[in-house]
């Protein structure tokens, strides 16, 4: 999308696909990585949401890690990563946070609202609206909102989670032979798109069923 919408006109173009394909660099990924880029790409250059939409935000999709958000909540710190798609601007100014998916994965509204509380402090003021939208199969969510009562119950579950790990990390540091004690394993789907699959037994096991 990144590549498409580095210069619109590209969309347009009868070799605007050939020349993002290149962009990309797909030549050196596995056939069957191509194949599925390719349909991705030729369903958006078709349906090209994002054409004509005032876009604050969009990024590649390899940049890694984002930087941290820092939030307090009482005497407690704690960092918010929040890996954001796209954010463009409604014709009302509200800033409209899109996250794209692929596969069969269903929409998650937790992640919008991470997505939400991430946002009141990027963009603190600003009124903001999330949504979900399938490269795959052209599917897309209702937008999700939420108030400033909402954001905050979120901000507390984050605090009790952030706490909670802290002390696993600690626990994890005075006895790491206890490690997959301490962090059991819990395989599944998302295992696939782990960094760490490939060295995970359990993955390995889980997965290739």
């Given at each position: 999308m990144y590549e498409f919408h580095q210069n619109n006109l590209i969309l347009d173009r009868e070799n605007g696909l050939e020349r993002v394909i290149e962009a990309l660099q797909l030549s050196q990924e596995t056939?069957?990585?191509?194949?599925?880029?390719?349909?991705?790409?030729?369903?958006?250059?078709?349906?090209?949401?994002?054409?004509?939409?005032?876009?604050?935000?969009?990024?590649?999709?390899?940049?890694?890690?984002?930087?941290?958000?820092?939030?307090?909540?009482?005497?407690?710190?704690?960092?918010l990563y929040a890996a954001i798609d796209c954010i463009?601007?409604?014709?009302?100014?509200?800033?409209?946070?899109?996250?794209?998916?692929?596969?069969?994965?269903?929409?998650?509204?937790?992640?919008?609202?991470?997505?939400?509380?991430?946002?009141?402090?990027?963009?603190?003021?600003?009124?903001?609206?999330?949504?979900f939208y399938n490269l795959e199969t052209g599917k897309k969510s209702e937008g999700i909102t939420a108030t400033p009562t909402q954001l905050k119950a979120i901000k507390i579950e984050f605090v009790q989670?952030?706490?909670?790990?802290?002390?696993?990390?600690?626990s994890y540091r005075k006895n790491p032979d206890l490690f997959a004690q301490i962090f059991p394993p819990n395989p599944g789907y998302a295992c696939?798109?782990?960094?760490f699959n490939s060295i995970c037994e359990?993955?390995?096991v889980e997965v290739s069923v």
């Amino acid at each position: 999308m990144y590549e498409f919408h580095q210069n619109n006109l590209i969309l347009d173009r009868e070799n605007g696909l050939e020349r993002v394909i290149e962009a990309l660099q797909l030549s050196q990924e596995t056939e069957e990585i191509q194949k599925k880029i390719v349909e991705i790409l030729k369903k958006y250059q078709e349906f090209p949401i994002l054409l004509d939409k005032n876009i604050t935000l969009l990024i590649r999709g390899d940049e890694g890690f984002p930087e941290p958000i820092l939030i307090k909540n009482g005497n407690y710190w704690f960092k918010l990563y929040a890996a954001i798609d796209c954010i463009f601007r409604e014709p009302d100014g509200t800033l409209h946070i899109l996250d794209f998916k692929t596969g069969k994965s269903d929409f998650d509204l937790r992640q919008g609202y991470v997505y939400l509380l991430a946002a009141s402090y990027l963009y603190p003021g600003q009124p903001a609206v999330a949504s979900f939208y399938n490269l795959e199969t052209g599917k897309k969510s209702e937008g999700i909102t939420a108030t400033p009562t909402q954001l905050k119950a979120i901000k507390i579950e984050f605090v009790q989670v952030a706490q909670k790990h802290q002390k696993s990390l600690e626990s994890y540091r005075k006895n790491p032979d206890l490690f997959a004690q301490i962090f059991p394993p819990n395989p599944g789907y998302a295992c696939r798109h782990c960094s760490f699959n490939s060295i995970c037994e359990r993955s390995i096991v889980e997965v290739s069923v």
